[in-house]
């Protein structure tokens, strides 16, 4: 059985600039949710995708959006960069379904420092 | 709105005392509970959920609908206890996919 897997590891972008971070889900796993996790702060939901749906959004402008593809793999996008993005971005993979909440496992995570 | 706290941000302790970190969550509905826990260098990880009722690596944790608490604890702490603790709640239900963590507790548990 795969793990979560995340990439890249890190990356510096400058202000203004769009960045795109990938997450391949655990086999057998059909949704995916994203958290950033600022600097002495806990994981803060952004969104969660269901078999390519968005299934739910936090507290984060459309600036951040997604795309989950039919392997079930995800990306989060990023546009117009600011100093605040500065974060760790976290993936987590899980078997969802009508109804139900599974257990969520999380990526080792991208460290991204916008300058 | 849905809230978790956790008051202190660093605990230690003695390897062989008890160890208790302290959650408090806010949520109008019914809430599940969880404590994750990240060791060094190692990717966050489910520790227990309230709903199985477990005991994992020693620890328990007891939801207390009246004092919105769900404290984590464990009677002899060991070193390798040592790590960050995040406190997580999600409401029950389908439509409840959201996990809202505390900002977590460093915990370090000296020999």
């Known amino acids: 059985e795969t793990g979560v897997t995340q990439s890249p590891t890190h990356l510096i972008k400058t202000r203004g600039q769009q960045v795109t971070l990938r997450c391949s889900s655990q086999s057998g796993h059909n949704t995916v949710s994203w958290y950033q996790q600022a600097l002495g702060q806990g994981p803060q939901f952004i969104f969660q995708y269901y078999r390519e749906e968005e299934n739910g959004r936090g507290n984060f402008p459309p600036r951040f959006s997604g795309l989950q593809f039919p392997n079930y793999s995800s990306e989060l996008n990023v546009n117009a960069l600011e100093l605040d993005d500065s974060a760790l971005y976290l993936c987590?993979?899980?078997?969802?379904?009508?109804?139900?909440?599974?257990?969520?496992?999380f990526g080792p995570g991208t460290r991204l420092t916008v300058t | 709105a849905q809230r978790v706290t956790q008051p202190e941000k660093l605990l230690s302790v003695f390897k062989g005392a008890p160890v208790e970190l302290k959650c408090n969550y806010s949520?109008?509905?019914?809430?599940?509970l969880f404590w994750y826990v990240q060791y060094s260098r190692q990717r966050l990880q489910l520790l227990l959920r309230?709903?199985s009722r477990e005991s994992i690596k020693g620890f328990t944790a007891d939801l207390n609908k009246g004092e919105t608490s769900f404290h984590l604890k464990k009677p002899f702490a060991q070193e390798e206890d040592s790590a960050m603790y995040y406190c997580a709640l999600r409401g029950l239900g389908g439509s409840n996919y959201k996990l809202t963590f505390g900002k977590g507790t460093l915990l370090t548990v000296n020999p």
């Open positions: 949520y109008s509905g019914s809430p599940e």
């Open positions: 309230h709903i």
């Open positions: 987590a993979s899980s078997l969802g379904g009508q109804g139900k909440n599974y257990e969520q496992y």
